[in-house]
T-cell receptor, first 114, second 115 residues
Framework: AQKITQTQPGMFVQEKEAVTLDCTYDTSDPSYGLFWYKQPSSGEMIFLIYQGSYDQQNATEGRYSLNFQKARKSANLVISASQLGDSAMYFCAMREGGDYKLSFGAGTTVTVRA | DVKVTQSSRYLVKRTGEKVFLECVQDMDHENMFWYRQDPGLGLRLIYFSYDVKMKEKGDIPEGYSVSREKKERFSLILESASTNQTSMYLC??????????????FGPGTRLTVL
C-alpha cells in the first residue's frame, strides 16, 4: 500500500502568491516524522521542513509552513509569496518510528509564473 | 554544511557492464542510503547502511549490491547493467540512529543511461 500520496502531478502559481501542495500519508505507527524536500532541475534534493507526529504546533521555516492535520493524516506544504526560484519538484516523505528509511510520494512539480 | 558528493553527474554504460556509483559524505554520518528515482514513482530505496560493513536491503535491491568499507563512502554496484536500470540514482546520509526526526541529506544525483 502506498504510504505517501501526492495527488497533484503539477501546479502553476503566480509569483508572490501562496501555493499549497497536498500530501496524505498512511501509517499505524503512532511515532513518525514527515518531511518535505525540494528538487530543482539540477537534481539535488534539498530538505525544507520537518513535522513530528507528537509536535503540537505546525512547523514553519521561513516561507515554508506545514499544515499538519493528524486526524486526516495530511501534511500539506504551504509556500508563501512564491518566487521564480521556487519552481521545482517537491516531495513529501515519511519515516516511521522504528525505521531507517524514508518513504516518498511521487512528487509535485511547481512552476512559478512571472 | 553537510556535503554529500557523488562520483558522476551523468554516466552512459552498455548492457552487461559492471557499474560502480560512488558516494562520499563529509559529516561523519552513520547512515547512508541509495535511492533510485523514476518519473511518477518518487524515490525508492535500494540499499542502506547503518555502519561500516553493514548493509540492509531496501525496497528494490534486485540487480544491485553495495559496499561500505569506510564510514564516509558508500558504493552502489550494478553487477551486470540492464536497460531497466536506466534511472537517476541519489545517495543520502544521516546522523542519528532510528530517530524519526533524523534528516537525510542528499547528493546531486547520478543520471545513468544503460544502452
Amino acid at each position: 500500500a502506498q504510504k505517501i500520496t501526492q495527488t497533484q502531478p503539477g501546479m502553476f502559481v503566480q509569483e508572490k502568491e501562496a501555493v499549497t501542495l497536498d500530501c496524505t500519508y498512511d501509517t499505524s505507527d503512532p511515532s513518525y516524522g514527515l518531511f518535505w524536500y525540494k528538487q530543482p532541475s539540477s537534481g539535488e534534493m534539498i530538505f525544507l521542513i520537518y513535522q513530528g507526529s507528537y509536535d503540537q504546533q505546525n512547523a514553519t521555516e521561513g516561507r515554508y509552513s506545514l499544515n499538519f492535520q493528524k486526524a486526516r493524516k495530511s501534511a500539506n506544504l504551504v509556500i508563501s509569496a512564491s518566487q521564480l526560484g521556487d519552481s521545482a519538484m517537491y516531495f513529501c516523505a515519511m519515516r516511521e518510528g522504528g525505521d531507517y528509511k524514508l518513504s516518498f510520494g511521487a512528487g509535485t512539480t511547481v512552476t512559478v509564473r512571472a | 554544511d553537510v556535503k554529500v558528493t557523488q562520483s558522476s553527474r551523468y554516466l552512459v554504460k552498455r548492457t552487461g557492464e559492471k557499474v560502480f556509483l560512488e558516494c562520499v559524505q563529509d559529516m561523519d554520518h552513520e547512515n547512508m542510503f541509495w535511492y533510485r528515482q523514476d518519473p511518477g514513482l518518487g524515490l525508492r530505496l535500494i540499499y542502506f547502511s547503518y555502519d561500516v560493513k553493514m548493509k540492509e536491503k531496501g525496497d528494490i535491491p534486485e540487480g544491485y549490491s553495495v559496499s561500505r568499507e569506510k564510514k564516509e563512502r558508500f558504493s552502489l554496484i550494478l553487477e551486470s547493467a540492464s536497460t531497466n536500470q536506466t534511472s537517476m540514482y541519489l545517495c543520502a546520509s544521516s546522523f542519528l540512529k532510528l530517530d524519526r526526526a533524523d534528516t537525510q541529506y542528499f547528493g546531486p544525483g547520478t543520471r545513468l543511461t544503460v544502452l
